[in-house]
């Protein structure tokens, strides 16, 4: 039922880099350097919502919910030399097989980013 995507980082995005990129996706951060949570602006129906924390060396794990063409669920984390998505919950009509190939084209792109 679940599966992980992952792939090579060179390092763990800084929290202002994490603001940066949300801010991008009209993502909120509601938190610190530390630990907190994310939301998509509707807190109605929001498109991501999760939360967040950074290790003292510079990690970043957390967990999400996310509603595109039904809800998907999971955690991620962000480690020296890995980056890691692991789905848990997905919506029943998208193949897996093709949710795989969506989220390793988007952590490839992510990762290219943070290379060093």
């Known amino acids: 039922?679940?599966?992980t995507v992952t792939h090579q980082l060179g390092r763990p995005p800084t929290?202002?880099?994490?603001?940066a990129l949300a801010e991008q996706h009209e993502v909120q951060i509601d938190g610190n350097e530390l630990t907190g949570g994310f939301c998509h602006p509707?807190?109605?129906?929001p498109k991501v919502k999760g939360n967040y924390a950074f290790e003292p060396n510079?990690?970043?794990?957390?967990?999400?919910?996310?509603?595109v063409m039904g809800k998907l669920t999971g955690t991620f984390e962000f480690t020296t030399g890995n980056a890691g998505i692991t789905i848990t919950e997905k919506p029943f009509l998208l193949p897996e097989a093709v949710l795989k190939t969506m989220?390793?084209?988007v952590l490839k792109e992510f990762c290219a980013k943070f290379a060093t």
């Open 58 to 67: 510079g990690d970043l794990r957390g967990d999400f919910t996310g509603h």
């Open 42 to 45: 509707d807190p109605e129906q």
């Open 1 to 3: 039922m679940s599966f």
């Open 103 to 105: 989220l390793s084209e």
């Open 15 to 19: 929290f202002p880099e994490v603001q």
